[in-house]
């Protein structure tokens, strides 16, 4: 059905004495006298429509006054002075058709008056977006997923899509989810770093926004085996300038949803920190010192597990970077440092105790990426079509992937990252 319609929020800049055609859901109604009011919302605004019983036909006003909450319903009327607060303009309607009747009870309510659980909230998702503070959640989101390609196409990235179908692990790691791939194994993809390394040698500067899989039995409020991530990889970049391009995007990203989702922000009653141009850099050194200090067990060596990093960020409680990992705990295509092998040129970029990306400079020598893949107990035979490229030219490089999906949780205010993601996957949760 194709129908010309005017949006709410135009409805409400046209003014008065306009003829319109608006469509949306009815959130509220009430009955005085010979007056029907009732609260249109659409994904973006709200509106006031008044049904005056001696202007429109009986069937009208009792098709608008027996509609259920939540029907989806197509109004039309002219414009007029509101004696509301909510806004200077309502809409005296003449018509309504019901496209969509709602059958109650709902599974929630999604003005949020009656509080449901997220489980109950994810189960009927779609319902759920009508809650104005929840679609603002995803208003924000789109907002910097936008500002992001925009950034790093100014930064000269080129975008690219990498297969997330593959044939072993591009890490190493064993947290992969197998499925069958016609007469062989196949496993999907849990980062796209082998390939963005590789685009490197004839791009140059690469992005990718993916979705990647771990099969992580991790049930935290953090992790999720469906994930988004924000990747880039560039030739000839170091360890600082792949962390200068995270600063930039970030401090930048920040600034532009605050002047631009002012209204979104409001509704989820949250309002980020504004970020220093120069986030701080701390060692892993520092790192695990603090840790120590505040009576935590971890050990030089040791990755930093959800007690430690608590520790250290009571005394780096914003954004900051932890530098010079140890070498031993990152991936094979890690470069060690030039002074101390032991100490490797990666990085991870922090809010609090939470960790939003994990980067550093690659290893570009063939040799070298053999060794480290004997030294991590890989298999070199099954690295064999990744380690050919380094035959051809390789340049050095450095990258970085960023995590979406718990950025967009801590921006909002979310305890929990499924709150950000619309249809969030983990062991327990695979609906259709």
Not at 28 to 50: E, H, K, M
Not at 341 to 359: C, N, T
């Amino acid at each position: 059905m194709s129908v010309k319609l005017t949006t709410i929020s135009d409805v409400l800049e046209i003014g008065e004495g306009a003829s319109v055609r608006v469509s949306g859901w009815v959130e509220d109604q009430r009955v005085l006298g010979s007056l029907l009011f009732i609260t249109l919302r659409d994904s973006i605004s709200s509106i006031q429509a008044v049904f005056n019983s001696r202007m429109v036909s009986k069937e009208t006003f009792e098709v608008a006054a027996s509609v259920p909450r939540q029907s989806y319903v197509l109004l039309s009327g002219r414009t007029q002075k509101s004696r509301s607060k909510v806004s200077p303009v309502e809409l005296l309607a003449d018509s309504i058709m019901v496209m969509g009747a709602a059958k109650h009870p709902l599974p929630l309510d999604p003005t949020g008056r009656v509080e449901a659980s997220l489980d109950v909230r994810l189960d009927s998702r779609a319902l759920d977006l009508r809650n104005p503070r929840v679609a603002s959640i995803f208003r924000i989101r789109s907002s910097f997923l936008k500002y992001s390609r925009d950034f790093l196409t100014s930064e000269g990235f080129l975008e690219v899509n990498t297969a997330k179908l593959i044939g072993a692990a591009a890490e190493g790691g064993a947290e992969l989810f197998r499925l069958k791939y016609f007469d062989r194994d196949g496993y999907l993809a849990q980062s796209p770093q082998l390939y963005k390394e590789e685009l490197t040698l004839s791009l140059g500067k690469v992005y990718e926004i993916g979705t990647y899989f771990r099969a992580e039995r991790s049930h935290t409020t953090r992790h999720l085996n469906e994930f988004v991530s924000l990747d880039i990889e560039a030739a000839m970049f170091g360890k600082e300038d792949a962390m200068s391009v995270l600063e930039r995007l970030i401090s930048g990203a920040l600034m532009h949803l605050q002047e631009n989702n002012v209204t979104d922000f409001d509704r989820i009653g949250y309002k980020p920190p504004t970020p220093e141009p120069h986030f701080p850099r701390l060692t892993y050194d520092e790192a695990v010192s603090i840790a120590q200090r505040k009576g935590g067990s971890v050990k030089w060596g040791e990755d930093l597990d959800s007690d430690a990093l608590k520790l250290i960020s009571e005394s780096m409680p914003g954004y900051y970077f932890i530098v010079g990992w140890p070498t031993e705990i990152k991936p094979f295509y890690i470069k060690p440092s030039e002074g101390d092998k032991r100490i490797s040129e990666s990085f991870d970029f922090m809010f609090g105790p939470l960790e939003l990306a994990s980067g550093g400079e690659r290893l570009s020598s063939r040799a070298e990426l053999e060794e480290r893949l004997k030294e991590k107990g890989l298999r070199v035979a099954e690295f064999s079509e990744h380690l050919k490229v380094y035959d051809w030219g390789m340049p050095p490089h450095a990258g970085w992937g960023f995590g979406v999906d718990r950025f967009i949780m801590q921006i909002t205010g979310c305890t929990n990252i499924r709150e950000a993601v619309l249809f969030p996957r983990d062991e327990l949760r695979l609906t259709p």
